[in-house]
């Protein structure tokens, strides 16, 4: 970089001009390579659906990236982007889980990582999973938080619906004593061992247990066996 300042001699109104060059080769490849690795962030970022932010301690003020932004149906507003406007959408039962999470990390450095239920601008609810790490001065006083989220919302209501399957199955096997196993084959396997591990159902558990659920007898193939008959098996 080359920085030129023009002079004139006030004695003699010669003019002339003083010129100062600097290599700055090695801030030019460290922009580069800032560029390089803030790119690679921003695509690997994009692909996984998550959302950033970066919220400064000091001022309040916090940066949402656009599928932040998204999440909670901002993208097309004059947001301010604010720590008030996140904590303002967090769910009232919430907000202590929040509150509990930040100052334990920020306090102690405890790990940031929660699930919390936010409102979208069109009153949506939606649930979150928010992840975390602060930076700290060299005095140990905390100075950004930044971190991530991730909308969970389909995948725990898939989760849900997993869990209220599986109780009717259990219940309608206990109510009509049928219960279910299963033996996986794996690839390339030819055949089934006595270790073989199998999956059983509760019901057939309190079968082979005789009324214990709880039974810690290890689901094998040869554990099924040796509950039949000789002439069965």
Not at 169 to 178: K, N, P, T
Request: glycine residues 8%; without cysteine.
């Amino acid at each position: 970089r080359r920085d030129s300042v023009p002079f004139v001699d006030p004695d003699t109104g010669e003019r002339s001009v003083f010129s100062l060059s600097v290599d700055i080769t090695a801030e030019r490849e460290a922009q580069m390579a800032l560029a390089e690795s803030e790119e690679r962030v921003r695509l690997a970022v994009s692909g996984s659906g998550l959302g950033l932010w970066d919220l400064d301690l000091r001022s309040g003020d916090m940066f949402w990236s656009q599928r932040f932004k998204e999440m909670v149906g901002v993208e097309g507003l004059d947001f301010r982007g604010r720590i008030e406007d996140l904590t303002g959408r967090i769910h009232a039962d919430d907000k202590p889980l929040f509150e509990r999470a930040l100052t334990a990390h920020l306090r102690d450095r405890a790990p940031f990582d929660l699930t919390m239920r936010m409102r979208r601008e069109d009153g949506e609810v939606i649930y979150v999973e928010a992840r975390g790490h602060g930076v700290w001065e060299s005095s140990g006083e905390p100075r950004r938080l930044l971190g991530s989220v991730d909308d969970v919302t389909e995948r725990r209501a898939a989760e849900r619906e997993l869990r209220e399957k599986s109780s009717l199955m259990a219940l309608a096997e206990s109510m009509g004593r049928v219960g279910h196993w299963r033996l996986d084959m794996e690839p390339g396997q030819e055949g089934f061992e006595a270790s073989s591990p199998m999956i059983w159902s509760d019901q057939v558990r309190r079968v082979f247990a005789e009324g214990a659920a709880d039974t810690q007898e290890n689901a094998t193939l040869g554990a099924l066996l040796s509950r039949l008959v000789e002439a069965d098996r």
